[in-house]
């Protein structure tokens, strides 16, 4: 099995970058915003709950987010493995991550980075502001996710690197180019 987090500050690709490696290595794609930002648009009750919380460019409890990333899992039959995006974004997510995919007898393989510098990704978070209009997309609210990302998430990095897990991909230039040093990379574990 490969299990790999796509690892990154908000806006680095991650989104982009994960359905491309799902679909070339058979993986699970599992990304919790995406997860989250369609439980909003159905109205459903996680959806009302976490709402006002991503709007504020906040993370949602560490509780819930490892039940929604085990129902996730449980929805995948036939893959080789997960790609995660946007999960996990604090260490004790990282250890319930842990401890859940040792429960499976499986573990992370690798935690890739995408590296894009923090000008570069302020303008493309407002790119896509004005494109999608997504609602915590907004100048305040872009500043707030990436001050969330420095404070709660980086320490990630430290964790990962003492496991030797952690490797990091030059994020910016085409997607076709990225995507190859992507793979490179993922060929030094397989
Ligand atoms: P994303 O699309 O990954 O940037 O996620 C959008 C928003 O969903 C984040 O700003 C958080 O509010 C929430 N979210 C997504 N994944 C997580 C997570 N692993 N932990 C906490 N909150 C999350």
Redesign the pocket.
């Known amino acids: 099995m490969l299990n790999l987090i796509l690892f990154g500050t908000?806006g680095s690709g991650?989104?982009t970058q994960s359905v491309k490696i799902a679909e070339k290595y058979k993986l699970g794609h599992i990304?919790?915003?995406?997860i989250?930002?369609s439980e909003i648009k159905s109205k459903t009750e996680l959806g009302l709950k976490?709402q006002k919380?991503?709007e504020r460019?906040?993370?949602?409890?560490?509780e819930m987010?490892i039940e929604i990333l085990d129902n996730a899992m449980k929805k995948f039959s036939d893959v080789e493995g997960f790609v995660l995006?946007?999960?996990?974004?604090?260490i004790r997510?990282a250890e319930e991550l842990d401890e859940l995919l040792g429960s499976r007898n499986e573990c992370v393989s690798l935690v890739l980075a995408l590296d894009v510098n923090p000008d570069e990704v302020l303008h493309r978070l407002m790119k896509r502001a004005a494109q999608e209009g997504r609602k915590?997309d907004t100048e305040e609210v872009i500043k707030k996710?990436l001050n969330?990302y420095y404070h709660q998430t980086s320490p990630l990095i430290e964790y990962y690197q003492k496991q030797g897990k952690y490797k990091s991909v030059h994020g910016i230039g085409s997607v076709e180019d990225i995507f190859e040093n992507i793979c490179n990379t993922i060929q030094t574990v397989r």
Do not use: A
């Open positions: 908000p991650k989104g990304s919790t915003g995406d989250f930002r976490v919380i991503i460019g906040c993370l949602v409890s560490d987010l995006d946007g999960f996990p974004r604090t997510q915590d996710r969330v």
